[in-house]
């Protein structure tokens, strides 16, 4: 904890916490102009100090969407300091200004050894800035001067930067306010349907009525700047369903999205995703009641389909495939039925929020867990809640990429084949509709360690899946625009099997399935990148030259009528069994046997170097 020594007048940090914070009670003003920071002890290596810095009151909410306004500021010298070094923050209003806690454009500055080095225009919060100091372990101690006089060079050299500054951040301001409109012009909405916009939320609500179907759509779409909306449940009865999700303008708004072509939902009373009238998927949504906030963002927008992430309390849950082409259609639509009672909702519309949540996949609550799910952090263990009629899911949040291309779990408990261990998988956002016909156009990619396979490992060993990703000039085949990507089997971090698909719109997620007997799974995240150092840029090349021979084979195989019929029935029957309802007498991939697909060049054992 941070201490205050009356007789030195310093600030300490006895403790040596990281980003020990020391801030003031008051904001800075006009009465309170600003701080100085004398650094009285600094890291001996680098000449590293407490940082200094203006902050909110609280964390702004949502984040802003003008580039003017944040809630927390920071500045380091790029120099080595030293003991007895200053650095300040103020704060510069226009002279007319009536009252300095307004929301408002101003300038704020940086002092260092009592010079003014940087200056920067921004919107000001209501409230205002409070300085705050983060003591660092190699710098434990500081002296705090509130200061409220400034020079007459100062003064003129901050009037100046003023009025050059101004014309600019007023251009920014006024175009973020137009976007941010919320004109009721912006909906199509049922007559029952209330608005209350304010600064940063919008009030949805409706009366005590008869029982019927109440809908909202917002008509400015979701873009790849403003991605993400979510809503919270402020006032809703345990009867009433709201389905929110992404719809166009055609749709009649008499059916819930995602129970019509071309749109997802998300269903919070019953707790399940649509996408084109479907809820089958790899994850299940979760119920919702009052006092919770869901979310809906697209995590990938493709021509072809599109990828939606849903969210709940700000936790990821579950994706679905969108496929409604037009890009400028994909409008926030709720469809509420209260069966008469009265609802409000709060709803941030993306205009007014500036970025989604962003999870990382190292962290076992960011990724989407079954309802129930508990998680014990130190040990990096979901402990599953009871499902003795049908297997659960766990997805990661984002599908794998060049900087994150391997997920492994610990098989930690024993298994036999009349309780078997795990499976994982790669799966796309939501199952291929209709479902692919060729080998290598696949929706997942899974290997259950049983039977033969079962052989091979024990309790406490490591199976994953790796994606390596071809140079462009490598992995595309004629006018495809799907390129080929390497799937690959770990056990041990080491290879034991290839397969090459082409990349799905969206990319593979990380998923591993849980059979009836299984309510523990162990991850490991310290090799979510790794490197094959048997994969040289060679056996790339061969790998995937093989793999274009066979499907240049598969492609005059499939000119045949009666082939296509053949292997469009074998797919079918393949591939309509749902990933979280996985039959357990499925057949396991084999570990080593490099012959089990002759469509699958041959590769030998690679050791894996964690990044």
């Not at 199509?188 to 919008?202: A, M, P, T």
């Not at 209260?338 to 909702?345: A, S």
């Not at 263990?381 to 659960?392: R, Y």
Request: with cysteine; proline share 7%; aromatic share 10%.
């Amino acid at each position: 904890m941070g201490t205050y020594d009356t007789h030195t007048l310093l600030f300490e940090n006895r403790s040596k916490l990281e980003d020990l914070p020391v801030q003031s009670p008051v904001p800075l003003g006009k009465n309170f102009r600003y701080f100085v920071v004398t650094q009285q002890e600094v890291s001996p290596t680098d000449g590293k100090g407490a940082s200094v810095g203006l902050a909110t009151c609280s964390p702004l909410k949502p984040t802003p969407t003008c580039t003017l306004m944040k809630d927390y500021y920071t500045w380091f010298a790029k120099m080595k300091m030293k003991v007895g070094n200053t650095i300040g923050w103020g704060v510069f209003y226009d002279e007319n200004c009536v009252d300095d806690k307004a929301e408002q454009l101003c300038l704020v500055y940086v002092m260092f050894n009592k010079l003014i080095v940087d200056v920067l225009f921004v919107l000001q919060p209501e409230g205002g800035f409070v300085p705050i100091i983060l003591l660092q372990p190699y710098a434990t101690k500081v002296s705090i001067e509130r200061k409220n006089t400034l020079t007459t060079d100062e003064l003129t050299k901050l009037q100046g930067l003023y009025k050059q500054m101004l014309g600019p951040a007023v251009d920014i301001y006024q175009k973020d306010v137009a976007d941010r409109d919320l004109s009721n012009h912006f909906f199509r909405k049922s007559e029952q349907v209330l608005l209350n916009v304010s600064d940063y939320q919008c009030c949805v609500s409706i009366p005590r009525t008869e029982s019927t179907l109440h809908y909202i759509q917002f008509l400015k779409p979701l873009t790849y700047e403003r991605r993400f909306f979510f809503v919270e449940l402020e006032n809703i009865s345990e009867h009433c369903q709201i389905t929110i999700g992404i719809a166009s303008s055609k749709h009649a708004l008499n059916e819930p999205p995602g129970l019509v072509n071309d749109s997802v939902g998300y269903d919070t009373f019953a707790g399940k995703l649509y996408s084109n009238r479907k809820d089958v998927g790899n994850m299940r949504g979760h119920r919702c009641r009052k006092g919770d906030t869901i979310g809906v963002e697209i995590e990938v927008f493709e021509q072809e389909m599109s990828v939606a992430l849903f969210s709940k309390n700000f936790r990821p849950i579950g994706t679905r495939y969108l496929t409604l082409h037009d890009h400028s259609q994909f409008f926030p639509t709720i469809i509420i039925e209260n069966g008469g009672d009265p609802v409000e909702l709060l709803v941030y519309w993306q205009t007014r929020v500036s970025v989604p949540p962003h999870y990382s996949v190292r962290n076992p609550e960011d990724w989407c867990l079954p309802e129930g799910t508990k998680i014990d952090l130190k040990e990096k263990c979901f402990i599953l809640p009871q499902h003795i009629d049908h297997s659960l899911c766990l997805q990661a949040p984002y599908s794998l990429h060049k900087k994150y291309n391997h997920f492994e779990i610990v098989l930690m408990d024993k298994f036999n084949d009349s309780e078997p261990p795990p499976a994982i998988a790669l799966c796309t956002a939501s199952p291929l509709d209709p479902p692919p016909i060729s080998q290598f156009k696949q929706d997942y990619l899974r290997f259950w360690p049983t039977g033969e396979a079962a052989k091979y490992l024990k309790q406490g060993d490591k199976i994953g899946w790796g994606v390596l990703f071809p140079s462009e000039e490598d992995c595309y085949v004629g006018k495809n625009k799907e390129p080929l990507i390497i799937c690959y089997l770990t056990v041990n971090r080491t290879v034991g099997y290839v397969r090459v698909l082409y990349q799905p719109i969206g990319g593979f997620y990380p998923v591993v399935i849980a059979p009836p007997n299984v309510n523990r799974i162990k991850m490991d995240f310290s090799a979510t990148r790794i490197s094959t150092q048997d994969f040289t840029p060679e056996q790339i090349k061969s790998i995937i030259a093989d793999a274009k021979q066979n499907i240049e084979e598969e492609q005059r195989a499939t000119k045949s009528p009666l082939v296509v019929a053949e292997k469009q029935n074998s797919t079918r029957t393949t591939n309509t069994t749902k990933v979280d309802d996985v039959p357990l007498n499925i057949n396991s991939t084999p570990v080593y046997n490099y012959n089990y697909d002759p469509n699958i060049p041959s590769t030998k054992s690679a050791a894996c170097i964690i990044l």
